[in-house]
């Protein structure tokens, strides 16, 4: 299985197209440009996240890409991990991964689990019933369908139980190279405030980025905004004043900011 470092993310650009030119084909979703504000500079997606990127520096990364930095950076233990942190805080699903995994890191070892044993090791993260099954049923099928080891292909990943394409498209951005973009609550929250897309639902954001947002950064933008909406652009609130975009973002529908 091809596995890429989550921490280089620009290699995964193809080599003949820079950021700044390597659009997205034809996609579904709108471009659009950010509303126009006098005060405010032409938006640059290039700047703006070259400036969100130094600014997140020394925050801690989202769980999957801290798990993946830990070794547990193949497309069974990515996708487990995201299926943990689903309506999860990253303080809750990471130690949680990293114990279950630390247990059974294999679909093998996994499938020898019960459910009812995957549920005891994983009871702080959210509906964790439903997931000790999801990750047994996961477990048993790629064992007994794929030889043990998921394909990357996100109509498989799609196909499982509990798996939509935010975790599918993360998983396979991080195990396997896949330019693909996964779009969380912050990612939403975040690229929408900028005035960078107008939508209104995490689907309609993903399919308005594919359309617009420079390859390079199908990965990468969701390990930056994550750490920035949840320290930064937080829901409620935001750190307006201190923000290191203040200048080019639209701060659409912000009306208290700190
Ligand atoms: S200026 Fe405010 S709304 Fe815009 S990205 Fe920064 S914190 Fe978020």
Known sequence: MARKSPSAPSRRAPRHESPKTARAPSAPGHVVEPP????KRPFDIDEVLGRVRESVRHFADAAMFALAARGH???????VACILSIRTRDEVSLPVSLALLRRASTPEALA???PEAIDALIQPVTFHEAKARQLHAIAVRTRDEFSGTLPCDTQVLQSFKGVGPKCAHLSLGIACGHEAISVDIHVHRVTNRWGYVQARTPEATMEALEAQLPRAYWVEINRLLVPFGKHVCT????KCSACPVLDSCRQVGVKDAR
């Open 73 to 79: 950076d193949s497309l069974f233990e990515q996708l």
């Open 112 to 114: 020898k689990l019960s």
């Open 235 to 238: 829901g409620t609130r935001p």
């Open 36 to 39: 126009p504000r006098p005060d």
